[in-house]
């Protein structure tokens, strides 16, 4: 089969890595993938929101099965264009894609099938979202509607703080259109969960929990990143929490969809907040999170590309999706300064034999050179948690590059839930 990856991170390393054990992959192409990637697919330098170069990338090279795995190219309608070409994919159309593109549409989808989520209010109106703050209990969380890359959900700690978000949002349109809606909602405490899970709108099968280290500095300070490390399973994520969730949250999102005529199919992620008052959707994803991604594939045990397919034919229910009862760990090294301003072009050296997901480099005359904020992940599995993490940092130091940078506590939070 020849198979087509669309995006080039750490992720869609992972997932190649992962579809390379099917001997059915004969060939692996990733659009546009990156310098690390090369290493596992054949990289091709057509960027993942170019609907129509993949398009005829994909009729050109006889693809037989294409995986969408950003955002930004799932929401623009990737999957419609693909399938209307005869090319079956994973990866939910673009109308079932607006789960993660629009928050208004998450946030209304939710108030009207009762899946439990912060209490909010939508705001088309400048001053009437002002109005409103002056009333509102602080904290609050002023999240732009559309997709921002990761940056348009404002913690504020004070009114002036969370007028100027607004403002910046909806008067500055820092976030282009992405902020010509906003969304004003009630700020939740408890543990943050990732549930990431397959699913065909007839079946959801979660998979493996895990815990994501969103803020740049250890003790979960400094800014806001993609995600700096990742473990699996979370564990606060009891047994018990799982059979809530699956219950309230993730049956009642797939029938949602389905009722909205929205079926949804492919990686349905559900970020979660463990509050005092039960378990909320803090955020829909329409894909697999980065770096969620690199701790929950090592653990997989069944063949990904045999759900992928299942998944893309209605066929789910057929497969027994199995995980290993194993933890693992993923720290990501970064460029020093992401993920404001940093340098990058330096030589990354790296052992071959590990799980190493490399998302930002490049070649560069046989060189493999630094060349975005998160340069890649290291991703280690052991039969404890504590093991996994001290495993990881242990092929950490087997790794370097100028301007390293790296948190020290990926984990720490995760082991103090340990009862
Ligand atoms: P997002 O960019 O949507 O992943 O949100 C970034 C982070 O903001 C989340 O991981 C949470 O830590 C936090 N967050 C989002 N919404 C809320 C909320 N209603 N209450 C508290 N924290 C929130
Ligand atoms: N790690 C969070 C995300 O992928 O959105």
Redesign the pocket.
């Known amino acids: 089969m020849n198979i087509m990856v669309i995006g080039g991170g750490g992720r869609e390393h992972a997932i190649i890595k992962k579809i390379k054990e099917n001997p059915k992959a004969d060939k692996i192409y990733a659009l546009p993938g990156n310098g690390g990637i090369a290493a596992d697919a054949e990289c091709v330098n057509i960027g993942a929101k170019d609907i129509d170069a993949i398009v005829e990338f994909a009729k050109a090279n006889s693809i037989d099965f294409a995986v969408v795995a950003p955002d930004d190219p799932l929401v623009l309608g990737a999957v419609d264009a693909l399938n209307e070409i005869g090319i079956k994919c994973f990866g939910p159309r673009k109308n079932a894609a607006i789960i993660e593109g629009s ?1 208004v549409f998450s946030k209304n989808l939710m108030k009207k099938y009762g899946i439990p989520t ?1 209490e909010y209010e939508v705001f088309t109106d400048m001053e009437a979202a002002l109005k409103y703050l002056d009333t509102a209990s602080i ?1 609050v ?1 002023v ?1 732009a509607d559309g997709l921002a890359l ?4 404002i ?1 504020a700690m004070t009114r002036d703080e969370a007028k100027d978000a607004v403002k910046s949002m909806m008067e500055d349109k820092v976030f282009g259109e992405s902020g010509s809606q906003v969304v004003i ?5 408890g543990p ?1 969960v990732s549930v990431l899970s397959f699913t065909d709108g007839k079946t959801l099968v979660p998979m493996v929990s895990s815990m ?1 280290h ?1 803020r740049a500095k250890d003790n979960d300070e400094g800014l ?1 990143t993609g995600g700096m490390g990742t473990i699996a399973p979370n564990p606060y994520y009891t047994d018990e929490v799982a059979a809530k969730c699956m219950e309230e949250i993730f049956i009642p999102t797939m029938n949602a969809m389905n009722a909205e005529g929205r079926t949804f199919a492919g990686c349905l992620y559900f ?1 979660l ?1 463990l509050t005092p008052k039960g378990p909320k959707v ?2 829909y994803n329409c894909r697999f999170g980065d770096p969620e991604t690199q701790v929950v594939l090592p653990l997989l045990d069944t063949d990904l590309l045999d759900i992928m397919m299942s998944v893309a034919e209605g066929t789910l229910s057929q497969i027994q999706v199995r995980f290993k009862d194993e933890c693992a760990c993923c720290v990501v090294m970064a460029s020093d300064g992401y993920p404001q301003k940093y340098d990058s072009g330096f030589e990354i050296k790296m052992p071959s034999d590990k799980n190493i997901y490399v998302a930002g480099a490049k070649l560069s005359e046989g060189k493999l050179l630094t060349a975005g904020g998160r340069v890649l992940g290291v991703t280690e599995t052991a039969p404890t948690l504590k093991e996994a993490i001290a495993k990881s940092y242990e092929t950490v130091k087997q790794v370097s590059f100028d301007n390293a940078y790296y948190r020290n506590d990926i984990g720490k939070r995760a082991l103090e839930g340990i009862k």
């Open positions: 928050k912060a904290p969380v999240k990761g940056k348009g959900v913690i909602e009630e700020f939740l405490t943050e994501d969103k806001n970020g907040m803090i955020e």
